[in-house]
Nanobody, 126 residues
């Protein structure tokens, strides 16, 4: 398992931007796929974005065109660039990793991920 530590959360006004980072304790192997999830109070954890070990990216419909997932394997870091933020984006954001290859849209399922970070709060309000 990886140790994952998120950072970059905070408060921002609607329309603003934030970039989240997720530092891994070791270099992500060729088989590690990674993702961002979020959880708002009283709601279930939901998929935000994922990036496979070969660099294919997937984004939830609710964030397409606004959020971008990326990774830097040399820096052992996963990123989530969030633009045009909305109040409904307010949540705790978690990064996760898995040694499993994605198949048939499995990246949206929290159950397939082996390691999770502690989360970082993102609050969007005026």
């Amino acid at each position: 398992q990886l140790q994952l530590v998120e950072s970059g959360g905070g408060w921002v006004q609607p329309g603003g931007s934030l970039r989240l980072s997720c530092a891994a304790s070791r270099r992500s192997g060729a088989s590690d796929s990674m993702a961002w999830f979020r959880q708002a109070p009283g709601k279930e954890r939901e998929f935000v974005a994922a990036i496979s070990y070969i660099g294919n990216t997937y984004h939830a419909d609710s964030v397409k065109g606004r959020f971008t997932i990326s990774r830097d394997n040399f820096q052992n870091t996963l990123y989530l660039q969030m633009n045009k933020l909305k109040p409904e984006d307010t949540a705790v954001y978690y990064c996760a990793s898995t040694a499993r290859a994605y198949s048939n849209g499995s990246y949206v399922r929290p159950q397939i991920y082996d390691s999770w970070g502690q989360g970082t709060q993102v609050t969007v309000s005026s």
